[in-house]
């Protein structure tokens, strides 16, 4: 089965620090996709990163970077010099890759709402 | 290029009526997903369709919803009689699937920016 674990529910931080966002998945598949969403308080689901399961490089977009670990099954989100723009939940999700015979959809994690303190 | 377009954006209607939720994907893409979000229950997959078929409804919570997509342009999502408990974001995104490992943006599910419906 498939399952994708933020364990985090709610971090709250002050502005400028760094923060992670641990999420910890399971499948049993050998290809499957990642995911992170943002949904700021305006309430849209944005799109920020796919990363595929035969790709572990780690990536930096700006402030985000993202550290993907098979060995620990772990994609970990890290936003450095945090801003209250910030502010969001974040969810990290799942999805096998497509087939015939898949179910092709995302698991999601339950989401962690970030708070960026001015 | 313009994203998953979703209407109407806000919507608030009386319990018993009929509600149709709108989006359309993005184009070339062909999958597309009808999801729920609430406090309670976070987000839910509905239903979701490849080619125009649905593929997928066993999250359509009764039969009082409805999904179709009639082309490769647009879907709907019908509520029919609405209820106060059906008050939720509905969210379509879109999709195509790809084994090419080169085009970046294939198997990523964009979202529309969502349908606010509220049933008093």
């Known amino acids: 089965a498939q399952k994708v674990t933020q364990a985090q529910t709610e971090i709250s931080v002050v502005e400028k620090e760094d923060v992670t966002l641990d999420c910890v998945y399971e499948?049993?598949?050998?290809?499957?996709?990642l995911f992170w969403y943002k949904q700021p308080p305006s309430g849209e689901l944005v799109f920020l990163i796919r990363?595929?399961?035969?790709d572990e490089q780690n990536e930096i977009s700006g402030r985000y970077s993202w550290n993907f670990q098979k060995s620990t099954s772990s994609f970990n989100f890290t936003i450095t010099a945090s801003q209250v723009v910030d502010s969001a939940v974040y969810f990290c999700?799942?999805?096998?890759?497509?087939?015939?015979?898949?179910?092709?959809?995302?698991?999601w994690g339950a989401g962690t709402k970030l708070i960026i303190k001015p | 290029d313009a994203g998953v377009i979703q209407s109407p954006r806000h919507e608030v209607t009386e319990m018993g009526q009929e509600v149709t939720l709108r989006c359309k994907p993005i184009?070339?893409?062909?999958?597309l997903f009808w999801y729920r979000q609430t406090m309670m229950r976070g987000l839910e997959l509905l239903i979701y369709?490849?080619?125009?078929?649905?593929?997928?409804d066993s999250g359509m919570p009764e039969d009082r919803f409805s999904a179709k997509m009639p082309n490769a342009s647009f879907s709907t999502l019908k509520i029919q009689p609405s209820e106060p408990r059906d008050s939720a974001v509905y969210f379509c995104?879109?999709?195509?699937?790809?084994?090419?490992?080169?085009?970046?943006?294939?198997?990523?599910?964009?979202f529309g920016e969502g349908s606010w419906l509220t049933v008093v």
């Open positions: 999700a799942l999805s096998e890759a497509p087939t015939m015979h898949s179910n092709y959809q995302l698991i």
């Open positions: 369709f490849n080619n125009n078929v649905p593929i997928d």
């Open positions: 184009s070339g893409h062909d999958y």
């Open positions: 990363r595929n399961s035969f």
């Open positions: 995104a879109s999709s195509f699937p790809t084994r090419d490992r080169n085009k970046a943006s294939g198997n990523t599910i964009y």
């Open positions: 499948t049993r598949d050998t290809t499957y996709y």
